[in-house]
């Protein structure tokens, strides 16, 4: 059987779009892993939320029409 392997911080920072706004961003080299995963996991895209707020907001239109 393979072994799972986790997806690196720099990895999910490209995966969650932050890459494509700062392109070379890089965590500071003295920064423990663990705190760069925590970090990333208390991150979110602006640009998802825009859109899950425009689809949220789409559907309440539509019920109250």
Sequence with gaps: AGRLRLFAPSE???L???HAVRP???FPPTMRLRTRYKLVGQSVNVH????VL???LRDAH???A
């Design 12 to 14: 999910l920072l490209t």
């Design 16 to 18: 969650f779009g932050f």
């Design 24 to 26: 070379g961003y890089q």
């Design 48 to 51: 998802v939320i825009a859109h």
């Design 54 to 56: 425009r689809w949220l």
């Design 62 to 64: 539509d019920v109250a």
